[in-house]
């Protein structure tokens, strides 16, 4: 029998990075809602704060993925059940405009710092012979050339490689790992690009139009593709890629 969406992650435990706003907010939501305790983490942690004081189950926890040693402190969270890798970075510029700084952050917050949350938690979820991984992806990756996304196009499509590896590495333990690939979804972040332009309404219309719905995406949307990935209604997936787009990529 089907569970109620209330009770899909009972009994769970979920780290959830990048849940400051967004994307990540709106998961972290989303598993305390199915039932899960929820570490909701981010760089800053009064975003979080702000939400996690009023929501059952879910607690905000300071963690920015470039540091090597608030990674290592998530140790003494505990076991997790669930990892969802959803703090990002987008650097906008082709490959002519991008310093190595901004290449080497790009590689720091959208690759290395899921590796090393993979790495330290994988061992526990292997362990117990079950687990979920979420990584949140991106169709600008090995799914689609975006315009000026150079950097954040090539960590994203690195995030894809390593979700696929981890699946077939762990494919008969119990644990799965898979891809969660929004196009372009309307969030703080995508409004704070947008008003950096010099034209931000002609730039809203241009995010819009790439979708052949004719809208932007909306983060809960992505939360619950989040939320059937990690959940066991996904029991038999592993190593793939969710595309969610409005049509982007057809």
Known sequence: ???????????????????????????????????????????RLAPVTQYADATPRLSA??????DAAQLEAVRDLGDFDILVNCAGWVHTGTVLQCPDDDWARSFAI?????????????????????????????????????????????SKAALIG????????????????NALCPGTILSPSLEGRIAATPNPEETRRIFTER?????????DEIADAALYLAGDQAGF?????????GGQTL
């Open 1 to 43: 029998m089907p569970s109620s969406s209330t009770d899909r992650l009972a009994g769970k435990r979920a780290l959830v990075t990048g849940a400051g706003q967004g994307i990540g907010r709106a998961i972290a939501l989303t598993f305390a809602g199915a039932g899960a305790e929820v570490v909701a983490s981010s760089r």
């Open 61 to 66: 926890h300071a963690l920015d993925v470039e």
């Open 162 to 177: 390593l979700t696929k590896s981890v699946a077939r590495d762990t494919i008969r333990t119990g644990v799965r790992c």
């Open 237 to 245: 997936m592993s190593g793939q890629v969710l595309t969610i787009d």
């Open 211 to 219: 979708q052949p719905m004719g809208r932007l995406g909306d983060v």
């Open 110 to 154: 959208n690759v290395t710092g899921p590796f090393r949350l993979i790495r330290m938690l994988l061992p526990g979820m292997i362990a117990r012979g079950s687990g979920a991984i979420v990584n949140v992806a991106s169709v600008a990756s090995s799914i689609t050339g975006v315009a000026e996304r150079a950097a954040y196009g090539a």
